[in-house]
């Protein structure tokens, strides 16, 4: 053999080391790299299922569905909430009807709910179907209508007449969960069904998902359910679960990876299911196509380290680039319970962790280890990487928080005598806001999340530590005017004017 022929031969078995290793990843390794980091992450429980080329190559549970209960251990049938990673199945929904002839998701919204009025009358005539589903309507985020107030779907889509537009319609991206509400009720009214059977029945059933519910209230009673826990004075604390069934198809659904890999399954066999496709091609192929630009600095803070060149909002996807790889991902994050999705469907690959630690980042380091494991990458520490960067985004958080309180001008005293800021404090987008005064101390209220006792900061500006503790704390300000009568509270980054008082 010449020298050139053994070079060429050394070159090819190194090549076919290489993909061999690439076709077989060290599983035995990468379980004991993700044991190590649910420790360092202190996360309870959190399960992880990965395939590819039709096949769940990795599925495995850690830790436990509650803490301080060992017994309840997690496994890949526990259920969490899956969140925003909802979104996607709401807009495949819609797809599906498009398929159908019910619906055009560039149709008007108003064709399909003609009572629906939005501050701007322009943008209340020329919203579209897909403009629900794509984050660029200009509306910015309304979250606290359903996750302080207490409304129904219906009445927190009728609230927004009164968001005004951060910016001009599909101007720029903003990230809006009411909207995704907005897309259910099409689908209820298109198809003759509520959302949450639509995507039970049409989506779920048919892929076999027996472990899916489509809304909290379905769970009463069920076995193996996660609890969600949040990081409360320094320790992990279970808490108890924040319901999304007002915005439902934003992200209610409940699952586990054993029947999220049937989804991912799903996903990268372009939208079928044992040989029967559920939705066209032309339908699949705008499911997974960029509708939206997504600014580098509103999307995940990963992106420091990942460095993707372009990221994009399809129908319920992030869209993005990581070396070289086209990947569809998105997030789940409801109080206490974390997700993940990430598929390369050029490759048939697919990830989806599942977690109940609020905001335990380990799900991106998870999802990242796996792409590098098929993508070629330098084994890379994922984990402390991210620990590291969510570490120091959480310290400067807190910094901020001390310069707050730091700013505190001692030996000050409210304005008014105490029972002369009791009353009925009004935002006609959230509602009604409450000050009472109960043995000589202020109590503020607003829906069913942000009920609180105030103690007094400076001025006519009050430190209130929600009764809810995962919610924190916050400052209430009263506004006075020219005669020293108070016209306003400002509280949870709102304004809320003060009503009449009967005579």
């Given at each position: 053999m010449t020298h050139l022929?053994?070079?060429?031969?050394?070159?090819?078995?190194?090549?076919?080391?290489?993909?061999?290793?690439?076709?077989?990843?060290d599983w035995a390794a990468f379980d004991r790299w993700v044991t190590q980091g649910v420790a360092d992450w202190q996360v309870p429980g959190l399960a992880v299922a990965v395939v590819k080329d039709d096949s769940v190559v990795f599925s495995r549970g850690y830790g436990v569905r509650q803490l301080g209960a060992p017994t309840t251990r997690v496994d890949v049938h526990t259920r969490f909430a899956i969140g925003s990673t909802t979104?996607?199945?709401?807009?495949?929904?819609?797809?599906?009807?498009?398929?159908?002839?019910?619906?055009?998701?560039?149709?008007?919204?108003?064709?399909?709910?003609?009572?629906?009025?939005?501050?701007?009358?322009?943008?209340?005539?020329e919203l579209t179907v897909r403009d629900l589903l794509t984050?660029?309507?200009?509306?910015?985020?309304?979250?606290?209508?359903?996750?302080?107030?207490?409304?129904?779907?219906a009445e927190v889509i009728r609230r927004m007449r009164h968001l005004p537009p951060a910016t001009s319609f599909r101007n720029s991206y903003h990230y809006q969960n009411v909207q995704y509400a907005m897309a259910g009720e099409v689908v209820r009214v298109a198809s003759g069904m509520p959302w949450e059977q639509f995507v039970a029945e049409r989506i779920h059933r048919p892929l076999g998902m027996g472990e899916t519910v489509s809304l909290l209230s379905q769970l009463a009673g069920a076995p193996n359910v996660a609890a969600p826990h949040m990081v409360?004075?320094?320790?992990?604390?279970?808490?108890?679960?924040?319901?999304?069934?007002?915005?439902?198809?934003?992200?209610?659904?409940?699952?586990?990876?054993?029947?999220?890999?049937?989804w991912m399954r799903f996903v990268l066999d372009s939208g079928r299911v044992g040989g029967r496709r559920l939705v066209s091609p032309s339908g699949f192929t705008d499911w997974l196509s960029a509708q939206v630009v997504v600014p580098q600095a509103d999307f995940y803070p990963t992106r420091t380290l990942t460095r993707p060149h372009h990221v994009n909002y399809g129908l319920g996807w992030f869209l993005h680039d990581y070396r070289g790889m086209s990947v569809a991902m998105h997030t789940g994050s409801i109080d206490g319970q974390v997700a993940i999705i990430g598929l390369v469907p050029?490759?048939?690959?697919?990830?989806?962790?599942?977690?109940?630690?609020?905001?335990?980042?380990?799900?991106?380091?998870?999802?990242?280890?796996?792409?590098?494991?098929?993508?070629?990458?330098?084994?890379?520490?994922?984990?402390?990487?991210?620990?590291?960067?969510?570490?120091?985004?959480?310290?400067?958080?807190?910094?901020?928080?001390?310069?707050?309180?730091?700013?505190?001008?001692?030996?000050?005293?409210?304005s008014l005598d105490l029972s002369r800021y009791v009353g009925t404090y009004s935002d006609s987008l959230y509602g009604d806001a409450t000050v009472a005064l109960r043995d000589g101390r202020l109590r503020f209220a607003f829906g069913k999340g942000f009920t609180g006792w105030l103690s007094h900061f400076h001025y006519d500006t009050?430190?209130?530590?929600?009764?809810?503790?995962?919610?924190?704390?916050?400052?209430?300000?009263?506004?006075?005017d020219a005669t020293g009568q108070p016209v306003a509270v400002e509280a949870l980054g709102t304004r809320f004017a003060r009503r009449a008082q009967a005579r």
């Open positions: 022929r053994r070079t060429a031969c050394l070159v090819a078995t190194a090549l076919l080391s290489a993909t061999a290793g690439a076709q077989r990843p979104k996607a199945m709401t807009a495949l929904a819609l797809l599906m009807l498009q398929d159908e002839g019910k619906v055009r998701l560039d149709d008007p919204v108003i064709r399909y709910l003609p009572t629906l009025q939005l501050y701007d009358p322009v943008l209340t005539r984050h660029h309507t200009g509306l910015p985020g309304s979250d606290l209508l359903w996750s302080g107030g207490d409304y129904s779907t409360i004075d320094g320790a992990v604390t279970a808490i108890e679960n924040r319901s999304v069934d007002p915005v439902a198809a934003a992200g209610s659904v409940w699952s586990s990876v054993h029947d999220m890999a049937k050029d490759q048939r690959l697919g990830v989806y962790v599942l977690a109940n630690l609020d905001h335990a980042e380990l799900r991106h380091a998870i999802l990242h280890r796996v792409l590098d494991l098929y993508g070629g990458g330098a084994a890379r520490d994922w984990s402390a990487e991210l620990r590291q960067l969510y570490g120091r985004l959480e310290a400067e958080g807190k910094a901020a928080e001390a310069r707050q309180l730091a700013a505190q001008v001692k030996g000050t005293r409210p009050f430190l209130v530590p929600w009764d809810d503790r995962r919610a924190g704390q916050g400052m209430v300000s009263f506004v006075l």
